[in-house]
């Protein structure tokens, strides 16, 4: 298994195309490499939840993990956000704060690790 970087993470969201658009200007690093390490142990996660309009609503780390490994990327239907601002992934800020708390952390440890 190998554990992904800051500098991976950033360089990708700079450089891919992506088909979704995302729905936030911001993502947790510490998130992603958590869910990078599940995904790459096997474990499967919900669908990303999309607009009709093709913005994420639900999935951002989720989507960008599984982008980055080549795992297929399960959808469903969200419903349309009006008046969202546009955000671009090569503009998204990747920060180093972890938006989980220390009992959601915990437990999604308990269920995947």
Known sequence: MQEITYEQVQSFLIKTSF???????YV?????QRI????QN???FDPIKVT???????GHHRYICLSILGIEIETSKAGKN?????????KICLE?????S????????????
Do not use: V
Request: net charge positive; charged share 30%.
């Open 52 to 58: 009709t309009d093709g913005i994420i609503s639900d």
């Open 19 to 25: 088909d979704l658009m995302p729905g936030q200007g």
């Open 96 to 100: 180093t704060k972890d938006y989980d």
């Open 82 to 90: 009006h008046n969202q601002p546009t955000y671009h992934w090569n």
């Open 28 to 32: 947790s690093f510490p998130i992603i």
């Open 102 to 113: 220390l009992a959601k952390i915990k437990k999604f440890e308990l269920k995947y690790d």
């Open 36 to 39: 990078h390490r599940r995904l």
């Open 42 to 44: 096997g474990h499967r």
